[in-house]
């Protein structure tokens, strides 16, 4: 509450980030309210140390899906293994809970596509469907009949291991990157966000991509390298890895997260 205006007689906040909302009465609003104050954590990183704001950073977890990542979903569906997907989850169960205790928000990106698919254009069919036959987005998976990653649907739903908690932030995505035609960036600039630790799947592309865009948009972006994951080559997670490093931001791990927050970095 702002100490120059601590009881305001009728009104109230206006907006949902503690760092970017007003105070408003009935006869006057307040657009100059001070945030609350830098809280420094120091991270042990490549290509060198980098200090986050925890009063002004959130996590963003991306495509930890069913079918993604689970038995049953669709890259198990279409032959491929799964289970490279999987490892982010334990990190993910350690860190998550840590980072909700400091006051850091939790944003899920989820693909979750329209059941109609009225906003995905052929290229972005094609890009999983590319003979123009078989199981692409919206298709019904065999068995369950689950629709690929269509939203509400169990293809698209988080791993049941990766319970979100009541104040975390969905966003669905429609794109590799998290960013592109979603409401991602509003959320954060809302909420006063300028650093993003970044976590899911595939390191390689959706990750990638959406890590990349964030850093186009001027927020500071750190990877945490056992939180992500692919089923690709591993020469990909490399060539991801140096990218970030060299153009994109920061690299380290959850571990050096956690002992940064219990005060042994």
């Known amino acids: 509450m702002s100490e120059r205006d601590p009881a305001p007689a ?33 991270l042990s990183a490549a290509p060198q140390d980098v200090t986050l704001d925890l009063a002004r950073s959130a996590i963003v977890v991306i495509d930890m899906q069913n079918d993604f990542c689970a038995k049953g979903g669709w890259v198990d569906y279409l032959g491929a293994d799964y289970t490279p997907d999987r490892a982010p989850i334990a990190p993910l169960q350690r860190l998550l809970p840590v980072l909700r205790t400091a006051g850091v928000p939790v944003i899920w990106v989820n693909w979750g596509n329209r059941p109609d698919l009225a906003n995905m254009p052929p290229n972005q069919i094609h890009l999983y469907k590319n003979s123009g036959s078989g199981i692409g987005l919206g298709d019904p998976l065999p068995g369950s009949g689950a629709r690929v990653l269509e939203k509400d649907s169990w293809a698209a739903a988080i791993v049941d291991e990766l319970e979100p908690a009541p104040q975390d932030i969905k966003v669905d995505k429609y794109r590799i990157s998290g960013f592109w035609d979603t409401p991602l960036d509003s959320i954060l600039r809302n909420l006063g ?24 948009l001027g927020y500071g972006c750190v990877m945490l390298e056992d939180c992500c994951a692919t089923s690709s080559p591993d020469f990909c997670t490399e060539a991801t890895i140096w990218n970030v490093k060299k153009c994109f931001g920061f690299v380290t791990d959850s571990q050096t997260v956690i002992r940064a927050l219990e005060g042994g970095a």
């Open 10 to 42: 009728a009104g109230g906040y206006l907006g949902a980030g503690v760092n970017t909302r007003w105070q408003a009465t009935r006869e006057h609003v307040d657009m100059a309210l001070a945030g609350p104050p830098p809280r420094p954590l120091r």
């Open 193 to 216: 966000i300028r650093s993003l630790l970044f976590a899911g799947v595939n390191t390689d592309q959706c990750v990638l991509h959406s890590l990349t865009d964030a850093n186009f």
